[in-house]
């Protein structure tokens, strides 16, 4: 259960130095650090902007299914961000002041995206629809490019997104230039998006100077059953979690006993059509977990416990039990839906808090683009009443200046 | 321009084994450091919980106006709160599957409240109310009591709030019981609420294990006036701000120089109904200006480079300006409407974004203390449809488990 993920103090101290370097040097500062832990040789940051036409080709490239498969999922997420809207609001009070709440998107967003073995197309677009759906003005995305290599699947997602400009860099150092803005790197106003141990420690860094999505963890799922679904699902949707990596945690709680023996014999089953079989043996055996419960509720009641990343509710009547469930990022309602499907298509993000932040966090969304402005506009009279509460609070506390600004308007 | 609270690392480093120190040694180690920091010599963490009947003593001590502004103004701040709701929403697509999201308040949260010269009540009511209205089960507060003394209006308004508990617990010792819980005080889910260095140090390193609402900055304001408000007024609006501290801004923008002057003129006149006016003079020294723009455009632009916590737009039909305004915590509308108002009874939280993160971050509110979960739930047909997306997305991805998952429900 202890899954906050640890800060290491030289990692912390290694990033406090290539952070500090990225703002007081700029594209120098970025420049030799890109060229050194991603392997690269270029004379300036310009050249590791991918232009509008790279992505453009990048997708053009792609086979014609998977670009079909690409814009229904697109699709979909923008058709689920549309409905998350916060209500701007404005009333009258007794005495004639108005009070009311604006919305307003963020001006520019960067989007961190991992290089290499963890590079996922359907990361951008979960990360970069939602921004748009807020009206972000501008989206910046980050990718380090190993060795000079990118994945182009990722680059045509940026273009099927909007995305509206792309640099090839990445660690602490791109988290530094989007943070306080290189000389071309324009400065952002958050960053979101996953990325390793160096990435968030930078994030927790630039933090308050930016705003950041949150510290991402390894991925989690609970899985709920009653015992009615059939094993092997239950088993596939076991390892579709393990297969993020070794440190990803897959539980199953049950009240049938006969069941979790069955879906054990669906894992061992199973386990031979996985290309990824070493991870995933892995993870189960690090975090894995099969669990007997006493009934339903005391699984429930476990779940709220763990807080999970992925709650499967593989039970009849699912909607029964879901005001019982107190913290979860998703929850996947009947036997018909697995995790999977809302990691690509569903709509709803698979951004979602993990280790335990589901008790506090959000899914990514259109809220997380926007921000709120508290708006008050006081009529003479309305001025007048308030000036009498706000001057005598402002007396006990001390603060003369405060009474007698408010007591101006008496 | 540059107010990025900066952090130093010494403070890091000192919070950081306060912080381990409390998460192993639990209320050993608060009390050690309590007794030590505070000048504190007690026994017991357990002796430093304020207990229901205290709080209630000393609201019943106030006099009897100061308890009705403070019952006005909580009740005003409660009725905005009560406008802030998140929409659940459930659609259906066109193949059966429900899609949408819940929203839950958060289980507990922790109110920190600085002790000492900057113990307001009026930030006890402004952080614990909301959480109330959001459903919060529990609202923890600690504060800290440096030798012992506690500010009895604080208690009242404790009690006022329904704050739940109360722990005489203060500096990043605290930070990190609510983080981590010790075997006295509960651990959270959320803390809340402004702090010194340390304080701040001490969120920014729980943050993930817990939620944060901000790192606190100095106050700001920005006033933007045509000239037509009695100069007297924005002297006193400035140096409300002012008073705050030596690092508070007060920034006046107005395209009139002679209104400048004026203004300048007032402030002189003014100055000496200040018992607070060497903070003031030192204040304005270091932060003020009094700005000449080349119109109330500029003026506009200006403060939207600026972002300021709060904005108050002293002209004639502000709500024609509104549309402009892109990045602003709160904004003060007409004459009438001084920034002191909104700060104790006006309704609006006056927990506001500073330090130019008002470009990306919210005023606390009822938003602050929930959290949203997507929903999920497929059809048998609805999943048919889906897998295939998925799959063909996730074959791209070499997440073969996820395929399968998904092909699964085919």
Redesign the interface.
């Known amino acids: 259960m202890d899954r906050?993920?640890e800060?290491s103090?030289d990692v912390t101290h290694a990033v406090?130095n290539i952070v500090a370097d990225v703002r007081t040097r700029g594209d120098v500062a970025l420049l030799e650090l890109t060229n050194k832990f991603d392997r690269r040789n270029v004379a300036s940051v310009a050249e590791l902007e991918v232009s509008v036409e790279q992505r453009k080709a990048a997708w053009d490239a792609q086979p014609a299914?998977?670009r079909?498969?690409?814009e229904?999922?697109a699709q979909?997420i923008r058709?689920?961000a549309e409905?998350?809207?916060?209500?701007p609001?404005s009333?009258t009070?007794e005495h004639g002041?108005?009070?009311g709440?604006?919305v307003?998107p963020?001006?520019r967003a960067g989007l961190y995206v991992p290089g290499g073995?963890a590079a996922?197309?359907?990361s951008v677009l979960m990360n970069a629809i939602p921004a748009k759906v807020a009206g972000v003005r501008e989206v910046i995305m980050v990718v380090p490019a190993p060795g000079g290599e990118l994945n182009s699947?990722v680059l045509a997602a940026a273009h099927l997104a909007g995305v509206d400009r792309v640099f090839t860099v990445g660690g602490a150092q791109a988290v530094a230039a989007l943070a306080y803005g290189t000389k071309t790197i324009p400065p952002v106003?958050?960053i979101v998006g996953p990325g390793n141990a160096y990435v968030a420690a930078a994030k927790?860094?630039v933090?308050?100077?930016?705003?950041i999505d949150?510290?991402a963890?390894p991925s989690e799922i609970v899985v709920i059953c009653d015992g009615k679904t059939?094993p092997?699902?239950i088993a596939?949707?076991l390892?579709?979690q393990?297969?993020?990596g070794e440190d990803s945690q897959s539980i199953l709680l049950s009240p049938d006993v006969e069941f979790l023996n069955r879906v054990a014999d669906a894992m061992a089953k199973?386990m031979s059509?996985?290309?990824?079989e070493v991870t995933?043996r892995a993870s189960l055996k690090n975090r894995g977990a099969l669990i007997a419960t006493r009934g339903l509720d005391e699984a429930i009641a476990l779940s709220n416990q763990i807080a999970p990343e992925h709650l499967e509710l593989s039970v009849d009547a699912?909607?029964d039990w879901?005001p019982k469930?107190?913290?979860?990022?998703?929850?996947?309602?009947?036997r018909?839906?697995?995790?999977?499907?809302?990691?690509?298509?569903?709509?709803?993000?698979h951004v979602?808090?993990t280790?335990r932040?589901?008790?506090?966090?959000?899914?990514l969304?259109v809220?997380e683009f926007q921000?709120?402005?508290?708006?008050?506009?006081?009529?003479?009279k309305?001025?007048s009443e308030?000036?009498?509460?706000?001057g005598?609070?402002?007396d006990?506390?001390?603060?003369?200046?405060?009474?007698?600004?408010?007591r101006?308007?008496l």
């Open positions: 906050a993920p800060q103090a406090e299914a998977l079909a498969a690409l229904a999922a979909r058709a689920y409905h998350q809207t916060i209500a609001f009333f009070d002041n108005q009070l709440q604006m307003t963020l001006d073995k996922y197309p359907s699947v106003d958050k927790r860094i933090f308050g100077q930016v705003g949150s510290i963890g059939d092997g699902w596939m949707d390892f579709s393990a297969e993020h199973r059509e996985l290309p990824r995933v699912p909607r879901l469930i107190r913290h979860a990022g998703a929850v996947f309602l009947g018909h839906t697995p995790e999977a499907l809302g990691d690509y298509c569903a709509g709803p993000n979602l808090p280790s932040a589901a008790r506090f966090s959000n899914p969304g809220y921000k709120r402005s508290s708006l008050i506009e006081c009529s003479p309305g001025a308030l000036a009498k509460i706000a005598a609070i402002a006990a506390e001390g603060l003369q200046a405060h009474a007698a600004s408010a101006d308007r």
